[in-house]
């Protein structure tokens, strides 16, 4: 009876300590791994070392909830396997050499707060799909080569506090409602082509208190307006 007790402890001590992050978590990112030459990162993971001692991810209840890869040498696409990270509230994989397109998968990573893709080289248009993240509080994508025109659905993103589209190929309006979210402290659409950039100042201006149009302000609650352009016809 003792031995048949001490082995079920150390069976239960066993899956413990080899507890994993469910399977298809697991499959995402190695397929972020696969489709970003992970074998030529700065700082590579150990496919055979469990998630949470990969370099970057922070793994809570056996789920990932952020992935850090600044200056990572990630080159290649996004998989749309990523959405399979239910619990992720952080991606942040910012001045790496990401090419193509957003996935429109990206909009089911429902509890995702902050997404950050700056200074990569993304295309093609930003998905309406992104329109579904309401926990989303900063989006960053600046300095990519993104096309066409901010979704209008990007307008439900009403925790969002940082808005960073600059220094893209982005044309047509700027959704108004964005000037409105209440939350908002960061709005940053210069190096655009943008064609209601006075309008959308305006607005930013009328739902703000106590602003900098450098971006200092007076009032830790009000919002911060950088990075604005109007043509010179606007002057």
Do not use: C
Not at 59 to 77: A, Y
Not at 98 to 107: A, D, K, N, V, Y
Not at 136 to 158: D, F
Not at 166 to 193: C, H, S, Y
């Amino acid at each position: 009876m003792k031995r048949r007790l001490t082995i079920l402890f150390t069976l239960l001590v066993t899956l413990q300590v080899f507890a994993q992050v469910p399977n298809s978590e697991l499959q995402a990112m190695k397929d972020l791994y696969a489709q970003t030459q992970g074998d030529s990162w700065n700082q590579k993971w150990d496919l055979n070392e469990p998630v949470e001692n990969w370099p970057g991810v922070t793994v809570v209840d056996n789920h990932v909830t952020e992935i850090r890869m600044l200056f990572n040498n990630l080159n290649g696409e996004l998989p749309n396997s990523l959405e399979a990270l239910t619990e992720l509230k952080v991606l942040e994989l910012s001045f790496n050499k990401i090419s193509g397109s957003l996935p429109e998968s990206l909009g089911n990573l429902e509890k995702l707060e902050i997404l950050a893709l700056n200074g990569n080289s993304l295309s093609g248009e930003i998905p309406v799909s992104i329109g579904n993240l309401t926990s989303l509080k900063q989006l960053h994508v600046s300095s990519n080569q993104l096309t066409g025109t901010i979704p209008y659905a990007l307008e439900n993103l009403t925790s969002l506090e940082v808005f960073n589209v600059f220094d893209n190929n982005l044309i047509g309006n700027v959704p108004l409602g964005l000037g409105k979210i209440r939350t908002l402290r960061e709005f940053m659409v210069a190096e655009n082509n943008f064609v209601n950039a006075s309008e959308i100042s305006t607005i930013l201006l009328a739902n703000s208190a106590n602003i900098n149009l450098n971006g200092n302000t007076l009032n830790p609650s009000a919002k911060s307006i950088i990075a604005i352009e109007t043509s010179d016809d606007d002057n």
